[in-house]
């Protein structure tokens, strides 16, 4: 029985199964990805791939109803939400198709050694693993800067979004690009760690867990391959004294509840200035208790489910487990009971540093709540984490903002706003959160070859 099954997480039924690929397809695909690495259309005139990329951009447009239907019953996500991620993958598309070809133009060095530059050129073929919670945003963001440069991708998907996975692919192709330029595998852990061994592979880049990151990493580098991680978070929303309060509590909640709180950036640790502490929590509870589940695709649902059966018993047991180590309840802390995957909103207090919770990233909508004194406290216990993904400080005097943004050890943060994306802005993080960035110039750049080339003085 193949392991990639679509089941919808608000009912638990099955809706369809996808057949694994064998080690004679996965086989026939590196060859195909191999070939087109090796002709014209990765090692020559940009425009042909960009057009393939103004294309799908067009085409997701054209379909963002469809599309945001298929995720939505298959992982759980509200279906405005749903629509928004269809939406920033038009958006991505597009940017690299107008972007790319001056992203990639060479870049001049002075040097009394002669004439010198740095040209990009593809390396060759990439093997992505991606993850379920943004099922068609986490492979845009690999393949559009990758199609622009030329480098082919062979992708594993979650094995629970396999639907998305399938209309990614097709999409891709429809919008004219070559067998072997995107390629979607139903394959095995084991199957990815044979691609990422073969000398025709030259990168590997994933999104997903510590765990999962931490395996491919060593694969990678026992095979000297190039690799990009981006992991866990367990992002800060710190509100200081001097915050618009409302602002900071609508935020704070939607974030919170976004995808049901299943996403890396997400704010997980509530920071409060001792001085706003107590109307901020009375406000956050009200806005978290006030989540209404129930049906993903009901306009009317602001909480969706978890996007599985294993996700939900996760959650409930490390909730349990903080519980047990001393943290406190204000609201929620159990399954919802009946069909679906579905998980009360939760605020969890008086969480010591002994505590496992302390350092767990929470991938659900739970909030951690710590009260501080000053913004030096604030930012000791912001750093006091083995992630640094991204963050977000709410205050009025942006000077205070900056300098506190300055201090957090984190890959991104934002100064009153939650955490966010955009195609032109760099996405990454550091510690235990990964390395690489993607998005932006910087995205296109990861697996490029900076071919540095110089014409010496006569």
């Given at each position: 029985?193949?392991?990639y099954?679509?089941?919808?997480?608000?009912?638990?039924?099955?809706?369809?199964s996808?057949?694994s690929h064998?080690a004679a397809?996965?086989?026939?695909?590196?060859?195909?990805?191999?070939?087109?690495?090796?002709s014209s259309?990765?090692k020559?005139?940009?425009q042909p791939?960009?057009q393939?990329?103004?294309?799908?951009?067009e085409?997701?447009e054209?379909?963002?109803?469809e599309?945001a239907t298929?995720?939505?019953?298959?992982?759980?996500?509200?279906?405005?939400?749903?629509?928004?991620?269809?939406?920033i993958?038009?958006q991505?598309a597009?940017?690299y198709?107008e972007?790319s070809?001056?992203?990639?133009?060479?870049?001049?060095y002075?040097?009394?050694?002669?004439e010198?530059?740095?040209?990009?050129?593809?390396?060759?073929?990439?093997v992505?693993?991606?993850?379920?919670n943004?099922?068609y945003?986490q492979l845009m963001?690999?393949?559009?800067?990758?199609?622009?440069?030329?480098?082919?991708?062979?992708?594993k998907h979650?094995n629970?979004?396999p639907?998305c996975?399938?209309?990614?692919?097709?999409?891709?192709?429809?919008?004219?690009?070559?067998e072997g330029?995107?390629?979607?595998?139903?394959?095995?852990?084991?199957?990815?760690?044979?691609?990422?061994?073969?000398d025709?592979?030259q990168?590997?880049?994933?999104?997903?867990s510590e765990?999962?990151?931490?395996?491919?990493?060593?694969?990678?580098?026992?095979?000297?391959?190039k690799?990009t991680?981006?992991l866990?978070?367990?992002?800060v929303f710190m509100?200081l004294?001097?915050?618009?309060?409302?602002?900071?509590?609508?935020q704070?909640?939607?974030?919170?509840?976004?995808?049901?709180?299943?996403?890396c950036?997400?704010a997980?640790?509530f920071?409060l200035?001792k001085?706003?502490a107590?109307?901020f929590?009375?406000?956050?509870?009200?806005?978290?208790?006030s989540?209404v589940?129930?049906?993903?695709?009901?306009?009317k649902?602001?909480?969706?489910p978890?996007?599985?059966q294993?996700?939900?018993?996760?959650l409930v047991?490390?909730?349990e487990?903080?519980?047990?180590?001393?943290?406190?309840v204000?609201?929620?802390g159990?399954?919802?009971e009946?069909?679906g995957?579905?998980f009360?909103?939760?605020?969890?207090?008086?969480?010591?540093?002994?505590?496992p919770a302390?350092?767990q990233?929470?991938?659900?909508?739970?909030?951690?709540v710590?009260?501080?004194?000053s913004?030096?406290?604030?930012?000791?216990?912001a750093?006091?984490?083995?992630?640094?993904?991204?963050?977000?400080?709410?205050?009025?005097d942006?000077a205070r903002?900056?300098?506190?943004a300055?201090?957090?050890e984190?890959?991104?943060v934002?100064?009153?706003?939650?955490?966010?994306?955009?195609a032109e802005?760099p996405?990454?993080?550091?510690k235990?959160s990964?390395?690489?960035?993607?998005?932006?110039?910087s995205?296109?750049?990861?697996?490029?070859n900076?071919?540095?080339?110089?014409?010496?003085?006569q």
């Amino acid at each position: 029985m193949s392991t990639y099954q679509s089941i919808n997480p608000a009912t638990n039924q099955l809706l369809k199964s996808w057949p694994s690929h064998d080690a004679a397809w996965v086989s026939q695909a590196l060859d195909r990805a191999d070939r087109l690495f090796h002709s014209s259309w990765s090692k020559g005139d940009i425009q042909p791939r960009l057009q393939v990329l103004h294309k799908l951009a067009e085409l997701l447009e054209s379909r963002v109803e469809e599309l945001a239907t298929i995720a939505s019953r298959e992982m759980g996500k509200l279906i405005g939400q749903s629509r928004g991620e269809v939406k920033i993958c038009a958006q991505i598309a597009r940017y690299y198709a107008e972007h790319s070809a001056t992203f990639l133009q060479p870049q001049r060095y002075p040097s009394e050694l002669g004439e010198a530059w740095v040209e990009y050129h593809p390396v060759g073929t990439l093997v992505a693993v991606e993850p379920w919670n943004f099922p068609y945003y986490q492979l845009m963001r690999v393949l559009a800067p990758n199609l622009a440069l030329g480098n082919p991708v062979l992708a594993k998907h979650a094995n629970n979004v396999p639907h998305c996975a399938d209309m990614f692919e097709k999409l891709v192709r429809e919008a004219g690009a070559p067998e072997g330029a995107w390629t979607n595998l139903f394959v095995s852990n084991e199957q990815i760690a044979e691609l990422i061994a073969d000398d025709r592979v030259q990168g590997v880049a994933l999104t997903g867990s510590e765990r999962a990151g931490s395996a491919v990493a060593e694969q990678a580098g026992k095979h000297l391959k190039k690799s990009t991680l981006e992991l866990g978070g367990n992002d800060v929303f710190m509100v200081l004294d001097d915050a618009d309060l409302a602002e900071a509590v609508r935020q704070g909640a939607q974030a919170r509840l976004s995808n049901c709180g299943q996403v890396c950036t997400a704010a997980k640790r509530f920071i409060l200035h001792k001085n706003i502490a107590e109307p901020f929590m009375a406000q956050f509870t009200a806005a978290l208790q006030s989540a209404v589940p129930g049906d993903p695709l009901d306009e009317k649902t602001t909480l969706g489910p978890l996007s599985s059966q294993e996700a939900r018993d996760r959650l409930v047991k490390q909730v349990e487990d903080a519980i047990q180590h001393g943290a406190e309840v204000v609201c929620g802390g159990k399954a919802i009971e009946g069909a679906g995957c579905y998980f009360q909103p939760t605020i969890l207090t008086h969480i010591t540093r002994d505590n496992p919770a302390f350092y767990q990233e929470f991938f659900g909508p739970v909030a951690q709540v710590y009260v501080v004194d000053s913004d030096a406290e604030a930012v000791a216990l912001a750093n006091d984490s083995r992630y640094g993904l991204g963050g977000s400080v709410w205050t009025r005097d942006i000077a205070r903002g900056k300098k506190i943004a300055s201090q957090i050890e984190t890959g991104m943060v934002f100064i009153n706003s939650q955490s966010d994306t955009a195609a032109e802005l760099p996405f990454g993080g550091i510690k235990r959160s990964g390395y690489g960035r993607e998005l932006s110039d910087s995205g296109i750049k990861e697996f490029a070859n900076h071919k540095l080339v110089v014409i010496a003085r006569q």
